[in-house]
């Protein structure tokens, strides 16, 4: 256990927090696509984790794994609260999803770092659109007007380049299983 | 092709399936495992782009982690708050899904009681922006990321400029600024207050052009919004009015028109008696304190009775204006005839214990003792809580906690007879459990009861006096055991402000 966890537990939680939402929403989004639903879960996540926080015996490798019981535990805990016409995915397939091996959180956050790597060899023109589309509260209407072009075509640019951006990750990632 | 049903993924990730389309996932799902990852993978990439602050001169660089701590302390309120509000109308096109606003945001709500905001001049749900904001209705808790509290009511217009200046352009605000985040300026028409550190209340009127402080703790200093320069320092317990162009001081400040984090709880409180009101036949008592001769059971399935007060007074309880009970000397107390028989009972109350001076204080408790199916809910002088019936034993498999003196707590606890089990909750938090063995008697019958106190007749009965010290505001009562979000919920309608919740759970 680091310095940092042993003289202030509580004080290690947001730095790890941090460290690992992006995987822990990751985790959450492929469930529950809804933005709100999304917040609210995770919320309900980061509560449960922090108040739960001095349990945990190995923080520093333990954490991302951890947190991703509660927010299974959690995303089933919403569904149920939710009317069944609101869940697009059947009970079954949720828990599919959910269901994952151990190794599958050290896994995303390994897709996470590919990404920044993938994101470098987009064209310029690309790397602006979706910053314009991801890091702002743009709708993907207003970001077509301002490029001139069609809302359906803006959208099918973008998920092109997410296709993109998914395909460069399972290389890089295969390549690494390789080295 | 393996990436055949992107298109499909992308449909679910950003919210546009059809009908058709929602079985077709499914099935494709259910069936192919291979299709789960490349989801999981286009759900990694799309939240990763959202995460990701991606400047294409800067290469991607981690998303700024300012507010992250203070985020976490606040998200159990901001849960609490979003329940309040609507959601916003679905735009015409659906908006890539961008779950964290990169663009800064300088304060969080985190509570609030009937607001709302005029059309175009609201937050982003809960989250607040520079900008200009219009509070048409209700009360405000608003937490900036340098932890200063700000409480307004409406109807208020004001700017946020960042996290350490509110333009203030009509109404009234109470602020709280903590240690390290001195400076935090509210500026008025004509005249900026600066704090140094303390806790004051600023009304502003628009129309005049002039605005008053006060002063609750600390110092704030008014200054020229042009110049900075100095016009004045007020201290503790002092006030001032800034009108046509002059600063003057104040000799009897109106505080009771503003707005504190308690005032938020108040109203909250106001508004849920439709909530007690509207629940279903297995809640038998509820008591919200209204000062009547006697203590008026307002369930609509009344069967607890009302309460017959003998010397237990009427005082102020959780907020001004609301009222309690104190129970303060050994012939205090409220009496009940309950007869019914049950087999799950639950008991909650909202209570402010001033000590614990004796071997066994009540909270509720059958007379005498001397009944199978009698009922008791009391604590010991230690501080720790038991429930249960005569005819149950009980074995203790927890008791982690001691109950507070001199605040106001929630507590609640459970009997169930068919889950054999007694459960026992402060402030929404379990903090004992005991299995529960009826094979000797398997009913509850409180029959004669006291609230804050107990009448024995036993002349042998070492613990004779069992008198409660404090205060009690509101009790209820349930034929059934309550789950853990029941009573989250109990204590999330009566919690005093948002800030107590956060000190105390």
Known sequence: ?179 | MKNKHDKLFYKYLDGRLSEEEKSELNNLLRKDNEACERLKLLATVSEGLSEYSYHPQNNVTKPSLKYVPWLISLAASIVAVLSFLKPEATPDFPKLEVSTPQTPFYALLVDQAGAGFADGAGPDQVRFKKGFYQLDDGVIHLRFSNGVDTVMRAPATFAIMNDSNIRLDHGDVWAIVPAGAEGFTISSPSIDYEDRGTEFAISVDGEKRSSTLHVIDGQVDARNPKSSELLSSVFEGQSTEFSDGELIPVKTPDLSKFPSPNSIGYLRWQEQHSFYTNQSDELIGYFPFFEEPQLKNYSTNPIAGNGGIHGARWVTGRWPGKKALLFDRDDDYVEFNITHEFDELSMSTWINIDRFDKTLTSVFVSNDWDVPGDFFWQMTRYGQICMGYHGGNRINKTNTQVIPTGQWIHLSGSVSIPQKRVKLYINGEMMSYADLDPSSFNKMVPGMCRMGNWHTTNINEGNKVRALCGKIDQFSIWQKELSQEEVDELVELGKISVLWAMSSR
């Open chain 1, 1 to 179: 256990m680091s310095d940092e966890l042993n003289t202030d537990p509580r004080g290690a939680f947001p730095r790890l927090w941090a460290k690992h939402d992006p995987g822990i929403r990751a985790f959450v989004r492929a469930s529950l696509p809804d933005p709100h639903d999304l917040a609210e879960v995770m919320q309900n996540v980061s509560v449960i984790a922090w108040k739960k926080f001095s349990d945990l015996e190995d923080a520093e490798t333990g954490f991302g794994p951890w947190v991703s019981v509660i927010a299974r535990y959690e995303i089933l805990k919403f569904r149920r609260s939710k009317a069944r016409d609101r869940l697009v995915l059947d009970e079954d397939v949720a828990e599919k999803l959910l269901d994952e091996p151990s190794d599958s959180f050290s896994t995303r956050s390994e897709w996470l770092l590919c990404l920044s790597t993938c994101l470098k060899k987009l064209k310029k023109d690309h790397q602006s659109l979706l910053q314009e589309a991801y890091a702002s509260d743009m709708s993907i209407k207003k970001l077509a007007e301002q490029r001139k072009r069609k809302p359906n075509a803006v959208y099918q640019t973008l998920s092109r380049l997410r296709s993109v951006l998914a395909d460069c990750i399972e290389k890089e990632m295969s390549m690494k299983g390789a080295q």
